[in-house]
Structures are given as C-alpha cells and as structure tokens.
C-alpha cells in the first residue's frame, strides 16, 4: 500500500506531539494484507536519532542501513549512471525464493542533469528524462543487478503495482510534443514488466488517459483500475476509473484498451468542501471522458454535461483495501486552499469508494488548526509499517526525516537525511520519497530525493 503527496497530516510542532485529525485512523489501514499482519502499534517510536558519523542517515539505537544505489555511480547493468531526482517506489517478490525486486521512479523533467539513460528497445522519447530503474535484491539486500526499466518518459511521480506483478509508472505532466523539447505527447502510464516473459513495452496505456497522473489503485477482483490526478490549478483533478476490456488481467492487458470515466458526486463539484468524518454520498456516477487524450482541451476542463464532475484539489495517494468485509478503494487528498481557488481549506483528507455500494465516504480529515506550513513538517509519500502504524516522507524546509505515525495519532522520527548539500551558513537536506517495505516486512526501502540515494532500513520493527 502506497499513497502519496503532499500535506496528508497536519503538523507536529516536536517529535512526539499530537496531530489534529477528525474520524478514524484505522481507515487508513483497513483490509490491507500489510494490515492483517501486523500488531496495533506501540507508542513512543524507538527513541532518539543517533547521528551518523558517514554523515548520511540518522536513525535510532538497533537500526541500521545499506546504501543500495547513489546517483552518478554506475549501473551493474553498464546502461550508464544511476539518475537523479529518485521518487516512487515499490519492493516486489523477486525472480528467486528471497529476492526483491524494487522499481524506482525518476520524477526527471526535460532540464534535469542526470536523466534515465536512453536504452534501446526500452525509451519512448528519447528527449523525455525520466523513467523508472530496477534493482535487484539478494535476500541480504546485496544489489545484484541495476537497469533500466524504461525511459524517455517524463516527470514519473508515482504510480502502483497490479496484482499481476508489474509497476503502473505515472507521468505527472500533460506537455505535448513540441513542448519543452519533446518530440512525443506526454501525461501517459506506462507498464514496467519484472517478471520473466514480461516484456516492457516503451508505449502509453493511451486508454488510460492523457493528464497529470498521480497514483494508480486496482481492483483484484474486478480489474477496474482507480487513477488520481495531481493537477495544478484550479479547477483541480478528478478521480477517475478505468474499465478495461480484459478485466482478468495480467501481463500487457491493460493494452487492449478500455473505458475511462470521472467521478461524478451529484450535488458536491468539490470534495474539500466537505468537512464532517462519516459523510457519505450513495449513488456516486462515472461519466465516460469525451476524449481522454485530450488532443484539444484537458480532461478535468473538458464538458462532460450533467452538471459536470467532483474536482479536488492534490489527489495523490491512491490504495486498494476493504471495508466491512467488502472491496474499497481509499485515495488521497492531500490539501486544499481556499485561497488558491477550493471550496474549503483543509490539511488531508483520505476517501473511501465502495463500488458495491456506489458510495463515497469520507473516512479522515486533518487540521485546519495545526499549522500545517510550519517548516520541516510537509509529508509526502507514505505506507504501512510493520509494527502497525505509517511511515511518512516529510518533504518541506529544514532537516528532513522519515516519520512514524502510529494508531493512536502519535509521531515520531524514525531517520533523518544527514546529507547536507548547501553550507553551514545555509544547509540543504533532500527531502525523502518513495518508502515502501520488503515483502516479508523486515527492511524498509527509502530514497533521498537529491542527492539521488536509495537506502535500505533493518532493525527491530516489531518492536
């Protein structure tokens, strides 16, 4: 389970502090497999950060870590340099009994210094920077192999994984050829195959939608694939479904096309404008997009009659789980400013769609009044921790850390980037992205966005 952006909780002004929060954090973990697994969750965290003496990654006594990859090093693979600007991530199963497979996004834009090296049969534009890289893990997190996944994409934020096995990569843009150098529309998802005979193919899932594409939920059963949309000004995103054609899945399905539609709350154009935990809308209705490639005219501006359809603005995170036993998709979003064009302000909300009922419900809201653009407290990416609770990226000014967040609405600081890229006068720290944990739950993967740098976490989880 990841879900991602920016703002999901409201600020802790000191480590251990509480946040402000109305409904039930359980949501947040509801049907998970992770979920299942794990105990409720302590209080406290694992006390103090130790500092470094490499200067790279604090964390607390019993914990420990292994670099993985560093940007500008060279791939095992020999395909060129590591790249920068390291994002979403997510660990799989790999090849062999013990071995993880994890696929990195490079959230790369037509400038970027380092860019996913362009490798034959594997780059769909060769002006577009970004993409996705592969590592391959030993079962003692010893790297023995890093490639290339797929590139010439561009800005690849976020995305999922599919029940069958593979990595849905996002670009969260809508340039189209001819725009900032590239020679190919962009704004597209892109399948990155791990397994054997999984082929990636360097082309868009055009079906899916041509937008700035955030993160991706399936469906295991019915196949429908929940798509987020991180626009950038108002009116703001949508949420969005796919239908495929082939709805059993598995490998390269999702290029046999479908039907993608905008969800329509009747009565509520915007989501921030709702405030009360527990509020639920029955008869939600998906409205077919005119034209998802939005050759003229973005989708979320695009006429869809009836009244139009539900925006929001930061829809990031994006996760599939259960309620009261049945199917439901959770997602994110992860502000709103009244000042910026929503409805109403808010620090987080996170959503949850029945589809066997037709319902949405909002399940959590964070802040107003926590002060959320406090320095140094600005989460981003997020996922389900071993011992019970979350773990969150912080993206914002100062010191950088990855936070824990437990049951019971508590914080704590659980590593902090080390790296000081600037001076002592004006020290920069890379904020942290991507976190995500093995699959048998033992060692927690993260990267520092800049300096590109992907750790991988042990210690007493559980604990």
């Not at 860019?115 to 079962?139: K, N």
């Not at 868009?204 to 798509?227: K, N, S």
């Amino acid at each position: 389970m990841s879900a991602t952006r920016r703002r999901i909780l409201g600020s802790a002004a000191a480590v251990g502090a509480g946040i402000a929060f109305a409904g039930s954090l359980s949501e947040l973990f509801a049907g998970t497999d992770a979920a299942h697994a794990a105990p409720a969750g302590g209080r406290g965290g694992y006390g103090p950060l130790v500092p470094d003496p490499d200067g790279l990654l604090d964390l607390p006594k019993g914990f420990r870590y292994r670099v993985l990859s560093r940007e500008g090093e060279p791939m095992l693979s020999g395909q060129g340099p590591v790249p920068g600007k390291h994002d979403g991530m997510t660990a799989l199963p790999g090849p062999r009994p013990g071995h993880v497979q994890l696929v990195r996004n490079h959230e790369n834009r037509h400038n970027a210094p380092r860019r996913v090296p362009a490798v034959r049969g594997l780059t769909y534009d060769p002006q577009g920077m970004g993409g996705c890289t592969v590592l391959e893990l030993s079962g003692s997190d010893r790297v023995l192999d890093e490639r290339v996944g797929i590139a010439g994409t561009a800005v690849n934020c976020a995305g999922g994984p599919t029940p069958w096995g593979t990595w849905l990569t996002c670009e969260e843009t809508e340039d189209k050829a001819g725009t900032n150098g590239y020679t190919r529309d962009h704004g597209f998802i892109f399948e990155i195959g791990l397994r054997p005979g999984h082929r990636t193919v360097p082309e868009p899932l055009t079906a899916m939608g041509r937008f700035q594409h955030e993160a991706i939920a399936v469906d295991p059963r019915e196949g429908v694939v929940y798509e987020t949309e991180d626009a950038f000004d108002h009116p703001f995103g949508l949420f969005y479904r796919f239908l495929p054609h082939r709805p059993r899945g598995g490998f390269d399905s999702l290029r046999a096309g479908g039907r993608l539609e905008a969800m329509r709350v009747p009565g509520v154009p915007d989501l921030s404008a709702v405030t009360e935990p527990g509020t639920h809308f029955d008869g939600v209705e998906w409205l077919p997009v005119p034209d998802p490639l939005a050759k003229q005219t973005p989708i979320r501006l695009q006429d869809f009659g009836r009244g139009g359809v539900t925006h929001a603005q930061k829809l990031e995170g994006c996760y599939w789980g259960s309620h009261r036993g049945q199917g439901a998709v959770y997602f994110v979003s992860s502000y709103a400013r009244s000042s910026e064009g929503s409805a109403a302000d808010h620090f987080g909300q996170v959503w949850r769609y029945e589809p066997g009922r037709r319902r949405l419900t909002l399940a959590v809201i964070f802040g107003p009044d926590t002060g959320v653009d406090t320095p140094g407290e600005s989460p981003d990416n997020i996922c389900l921790a071993p011992g019970g609770g979350l773990m969150v990226c912080e993206d914002g000014g100062g010191a950088q850390h990855v936070y824990g967040l437990t049951r019971h609405g508590e914080i704590y600081a659980l590593a902090r980037n080390a790296q000081n890229t600037g001076t002592a006068q004006e020290p920069e720290y890379g904020e942290f992205a991507g976190v995500t944990f093995s699959p048998d739950r033992r060692t927690m993967y993260v990267n520092c966005y800049e300096p590109g740098t992907t750790f991988a976490v042990t210690g007493p989880w559980r604990h």
